[in-house]
């Protein structure tokens, strides 16, 4: 079965700072897809990154990027220069044909 | 801007109201889901429609009963719901010509059992 843990509950960062969130993935397919998904408060869930598994190359996306680990099952979310608009909840999650498998979440803050 | 489109945003309903959720999106996503999200979790699928079929039932209780009337409309009927159905109902869509396509989630319905 697939699972996705993210062992992180709630983090802090300071303004400009950089944090990193953890993630940690099983699964038995070969093909698959991994993403990072912003919810702010009482706003919409948005995508952050996506990685595919056959690709070696970490993706970033402007002041995000992540640390795709494929045989210890690691992917890492990296914030750079953090900023307000940042806090809100983060879900990684896996996918390999129509069903998305979330993680628990972890509770980003960022402290002015 | 929000490309997936729920309505209501808020609705409160009691144990033996009947009442509807709808989705829409123009993308040309084929396929589309429900979710159910309670505070500080990940949302739990509950619905899968590919190309207008339902693909994936999670086990959902038969008083949620979705509806797929075209390729960009998505509804969910509710009936005779219980406190614990409380929570907030996702909506979102995806590609299905290319695998690994990202989903893009609606704001959300706040539902409120009383």
């Known amino acids: 079965a697939q699972t996705v843990t993210q062992s992180q509950p709630e983090m802090s960062v300071q303004e400009a700072e950089t944090v990193t969130l953890s993630c940690t993935y099983d699964t038995s397919e070969s093909d698959y897809y991994l993403f990072w998904y912003k919810q702010p408060p009482s706003r919409q869930m948005i995508l952050v990154i996506r990685q595919e598994a056959y690709k070696q190359q970490n993706a970033t996306e402007n002041r995000f990027s992540v640390n795709f680990q494929k045989a210890a099952k690691s992917f890492s979310l990296k914030i750079s220069d953090s900023q307000l608009g940042d806090a809100a909840m983060y879900f990684c999650?896996?996918?390999?044909?129509?069903?998305?498998?979330f993680g628990p979440g972890t509770s980003l803050s960022v402290i002015p | 801007d929000t490309e997936v489109t729920q309505t209501p945003k808020h609705l409160v309903m009691g144990m033996t109201n009947k009442k509807s959720l709808k989705c829409e999106q123009h993308?040309?996503?084929?396929?589309m889901y429900w979710y159910k999200q309670k505070a500080k979790k990940p949302p739990e699928l509950m619905f899968v429609y590919s190309y207008e079929k339902l693909s994936i039932n999670e086990s959902v209780p038969s008083r949620f009963s979705p509806e797929c009337p075209n390729s960009s409309l998505l509804n969910l009927h509710l009936h005779a719901l219980q406190p614990e159905d409380s929570a907030l109902y996702l909506c979102?869509?995806?590609?299905?010509?290319?695998?690994?396509?990202?989903?893009?989630f609606g704001d959300g319905t706040r539902l409120s059992i009383l």
């Open positions: 999650a896996e996918t390999s044909y129509d069903k998305v498998i």
């Open positions: 979102a869509s995806s590609q299905l010509d290319t695998r690994g396509q990202p989903q893009h």
């Open positions: 993308m040309g996503h084929r396929a």
